[in-house]
Nanobody, 125 residues
Framework: VQLQASGGGLVQTGGSLRLSCAAAGRTGSDYVTGWFRQAPGREREFVAGIRWSGGTRRYADSVKGRFAMSRDIARNTVYLQMNNLKPEDTAVYFC???????????????????WGQGTQVTVSS
């Protein structure tokens, strides 16, 4: 599976961005796509995840109510709509994908087999 993340950029506090993650080469089933982010000097952290079958979503507490994850099945693409962005959202955002991930392990990076290249999001104060 190859993942291509895009949509990052520079935005002011309170602004919005929409990240995209296009997937190619899936051969399995029951996929989960997650978004993670990593700021300089910090560990990679879970942001949001979606199960392709059924569309169940989960968000980190830090982004609930501000970020929304969706999927376009026809395009094999997931989106992360980020609203009311804050300086602490500044990070490189990665999409990741895995098959048959146990839902309780959704936020665990090692649960995912495939990673995109990352896209930089910078929120200025």
């Amino acid at each position: 599976v190859q993942l291509q993340a895009s949509g990052g950029g520079l935005v002011q506090t309170g602004g919005s961005l929409r990240l995209s993650c296009a997937a190619a080469g899936r051969t399995g089933s029951d996929y989960v796509t997650g978004w993670f982010r990593q700021a300089p000097g910090r560990e990679r952290e879970f942001v949001a995840g979606i199960r392709w079958s059924g569309g169940t979503r989960r968000y980190a507490d830090s982004v609930k109510g501000r970020f929304a994850m969706s999927r376009d099945i026809a395009r094999n693409t997931v989106y992360l709509q980020m609203n009311n962005l804050k300086p602490e959202d500044t990070a490189v955002y990665f999409c990741a994908e895995g098959s048959r991930i146990i839902w309780s392990n959704l936020a665990v990076a090692s649960s995912y087999n495939y990673w995109g290249q990352g896209t930089q999001v910078t929120v200025s104060s």
